[in-house]
C-alpha cells in the first residue's frame, strides 16, 4: 500500500470509469478527485496540488490538450506527473507533450492501471 501524500486526478467522460478508477485507487490508500471534463481538471489544477493525472484524450472540445496546456504553466518542481489513456484513433503519441510520462491504450483494465498509478508515485516519491 502508498502512504503517500500525493493526490491523483483521474480526468475522463465516463461516469463508470471514475468510479472504478475511484475504487480502484482507495484500494491502495491513494485519494483521487474525478472530473468529467477539461474545464473541471483545470480549475481542480488551481485548487490544489495533484501528484499525478489520469487524463483520457477522448474529452470533446479538445479538453485533454486545455489540460496539458494548463499544466505546463505549473512550476516544474510542482508539476504533476501525467498518464494519457486514448485508443488508438484519439491522436495521443508519445511525442505529443514532454508532459506526458506514459500512454496507457484502451481498452485498460482499472486494476492494471491503478497498480501502474501506485508504481508511478511510489517511484516519485523515491525518486
Do not use: W
Not at 21 to 33: E, Q, Y
Amino acid at each position: 500500500m502508498v502512504k503517500s501524500n500525493a493526490r491523483v486526478l483521474v480526468v475522463d467522460g465516463q461516469e463508470a470509469v471514475r468510479a472504478a478508477m475511484f475504487r480502484a485507487l482507495l484500494t491502495r490508500d491513494i485519494f483521487c478527485d474525478c472530473v468529467s471534463s477539461g474545464g473541471d481538471a483545470i480549475t481542480r489544477l488551481g485548487e490544489r496540488d495533484y501528484g499525478l493525472i489520469v487524463l483520457d484524450f477522448a474529452l470533446p472540445n479538445a479538453g485533454a490538450v486545455a489540460v496539458i496546456e494548463s499544466v505546463r504553466a505549473i512550476p516544474a518542481a510542482a508539476r504533476p506527473m501525467i498518464i494519457a489513456v486514448a485508443a488508438r484513433d484519439d491522436g495521443a503519441r508519445d511525442s505529443d507533450s514532454e508532459l506526458v510520462q506514459m500512454i496507457l491504450r484502451k481498452p485498460i483494465r482499472i486494476t492494471d492501471a491503478a497498480e501502474m498509478i501506485e508504481a508511478c508515485i511510489t517511484h516519485k516519491r523515491t525518486a
